[in-house]
């Protein structure tokens, strides 16, 4: 597989270990089947010869904000760090810029910046972390940005696990919970990541009832994808499922060879893997911008 974009991936670096900005511990690595060698971390060039075996040809890097500051647990990966990485490969990755309501106008100002400046291709929240169903008031400012910068915003839904044992988190994120905000914003393009699981059925309705809606297929192995989002992916959903992977979560090469495994037709394939990302991110029209 040539050409393929990620569009859910996570810093995991020793950097990002060492200055606990990973927000999952020891114990959620277990969970998760995680090599004990990789748990040290993996550098940037090392990833980039993942993506390279695995054929893909760009990644979308999560400037994650996770959690109000101001309360024990939380944690962010810098927008600056981001784009410093995207600025030293802006043929491989990305950013994504993180939301936090907590932080009123600046947070607002933030993401333009990071969007006009830094070049960050769309905006990434964490409901759950902020224990806000994603219909909340305290996110419609930053929906209105994402409008105005004309750039999509991906968030989880579905349950979400433990991924620290001093820090549990309510499921907050329905996959239903999208349906007002898709009503209210139709110009906003909204990625529901992590396939909606365990309401899966209830994310592919939101996605085809909804046309601004689309499905993250991601932080799921693609050999365990629910057979009803692989039927949609296949047939009258082709144009609403983008792949992911969730980095650490999932393998890239993993996930790619498991793809090629589900019986696909190719133009399935393509809309999944490339197609659908390029569209809905508008990669061509930033990258062709980013030229002049």
Request: aromatic share 10%; hydrophobic share 40%; with cysteine.
């Amino acid at each position: 597989m040539k050409g393929a974009i990620d569009i859910v991936v996570n810093l995991f670096t020793e950097l990002e270990i060492r200055l606990g900005q990973t927000g999952i511990d020891d114990h959620f690595m277990t969970q998760v089947r995680m090599p004990p060698a990789m748990r040290r971390g993996v550098s940037i060039d090392q990833y980039l010869a993942k993506m390279d075996r695995a054929g893909i040809e760009r990644s979308l890097l999560i400037a994650v904000r996770a959690g109000d500051l101001r309360v024990k647990g939380s944690f962010e990966i810098p927008y600056e760090r981001v784009a410093q990485i995207c600025r030293e490969h802006p043929d491989r990755f990305s950013g994504l810029a993180g939301v936090d309501p907590s932080r009123g106008m600046q947070g607002l100002r933030d993401l333009e910046h990071a969007v006009r400046e830094y070049g960050f291709v769309g905006a990434h929240l964490y409901p759950h972390w902020f224990e806000l169903a994603p219909d909340h008031a305290r996110y419609y400012p930053y929906y209105a940005k994402c409008c105005e910068l004309d750039v999509p915003i991906m968030m989880q839904v579905g349950q979400n696990l433990i991924y620290q044992r001093d820090r549990r988190l309510p499921s907050v994120s329905r996959p239903i919970t999208l349906d007002r905000v898709a009503i209210d914003f139709p110009e906003l393009r909204l990625i529901g990541i992590h396939i909606g699981y365990p309401w899966t059925d209830e994310m592919i309705s939101m996605a085809w009832k909804h046309e601004n809606v689309f499905i993250g297929a991601d932080a799921y192995a693609p050999r365990h994808w629910p057979p009803q989002l692989i039927h949609y992916v296949n047939t009258y959903g082709r144009g609403k499922v983008i792949f992911g992977t969730d980095w650490p979560v999932i393998d890239p090469e993993r996930a790619v060879a498991e793809i090629e495994t589900l019986g696909l037709r190719p133009e399935s394939i393509s809309a999944l893997v490339r197609e659908n990302a390029m569209r809905v991110f508008k990669l061509d029209q930033r990258a062709s911008a980013a030229r002049q």
